[in-house]
């Protein structure tokens, strides 16, 4: 009896290359393996198992509408309709959003001088709650208060009053800086006629543009703080015209 020695070279040929690891495919029916006289190599120490567990499905992603129209920031857009609309189509059984483009931004009106560049330089005003006279020609909705200054000091407290003397709104104390200043009075609806634009500021220090040959201004003594429910009684008054003015939205 002749006996047949293999090298390990020879086994690998007849078995062929060992097959690389893969996960099983679901309702794949499994292969029988052909036996073999041949004992196959043990696998190599050290090999990486694979991992065979099932991916999560895909998370739901609901259509968010774009800032433009026909656009989605989530989700896919579709063309936009006669009437202006247009659906995002959420992901993976996400929600779809109807969306419509936004309103355009209301007309703004102003009320008062919008000109800083007045003849003439006013100040040493501590101590005095000062107000000009303005008319407001179409109802509206308040939004801020601007004030022209030439050199900053101090702070400044800006209002408005009805032309009764009393306070319609007022803003916080700021700490003004040179040139336009602009804050903020919330929304406070007015009806036209006539009113007074109001500032107090806390410095003598804090100079501002005016003509003195224009307008009807004039002032209390009052010490800096939270402007009085209705207007003081005068302490004087001339012909003046700040560089102060209200901005309003209007329909």
Known sequence: MHRIFLTLAAIVALIGPAASQSCPIPGAASAIPTPSPITAPPPQPGA????????????????????????????TPTAVTTSGTWPCGG???????????APPPPATITMGETNCNLPDIDGGNAGLLLEQAVTLTQAGTLQSLSFCVVTA??????GVYDGGGNIVVQSVAFTPVGGLNTVPVGHVPIAAGNYFLAYEPSSSNLTF???????????????????????????GSNPCHWGIFATLSVP
Request: charged share 5%; aromatic share 4%; hydrophobic share 30%.
């Open 153 to 158: 000091a101090g702070q400044l407290r800006l």
């Open 91 to 101: 992901l993976n059984g996400g929600a779809t959003a109807t969306c419509s483009p």
């Open 48 to 75: 990486t198992p694979i991992d065979c567990t099932p991916a999560p499905p895909p998370s739901p992603v609901n259509g968010v509408c774009g800032t433009a129209g026909g656009t989605c920031s989530a989700g």
């Open 209 to 235: 543009p005016v003509n003195q040959s224009l307008g009807s201004c004039k002032w209390a003594s009052v010490a800096f703080g939270p402007m009085p429910s209705t207007f003081p009684s005068i302490a």
